[in-house]
């Protein structure tokens, strides 16, 4: 029974710092785009396709770069 008393306040106080999190997060707009990220999912990248099959000049100094850093 004496656990009560301590898990009483404990709750309380879990509850209270959802509640504050949940509204931060509506007020810095955490939720204003919810059918965004799912329609992104769907959008086909294949509709540019590479001129000849060659990279630009930056993606080859981009991938030149990473294979200089390992």
Do not use: C
């Not at 898990?7 to 309380?12: K, N």
């Not at 999190?21 to 204003?32: E, L, M, P």
Request: proline letters at 3%; charged letters at 25%.
């Amino acid at each position: 029974m004496e656990v009560i008393y301590g898990l009483l306040p404990g709750m309380l106080l879990l509850g209270l710092v959802g509640v504050v999190v949940f509204f931060w997060a509506v007020r810095s707009g955490q939720y204003d785009d919810m059918e965004g990220a799912a329609n992104r999912v769907l959008m086909d990248d294949d509709e540019h396709p590479k001129e000849n099959g060659t990279a630009s000049e930056s993606e080859n100094n981009e991938d030149n770069n990473e294979t200089k850093s390992d």
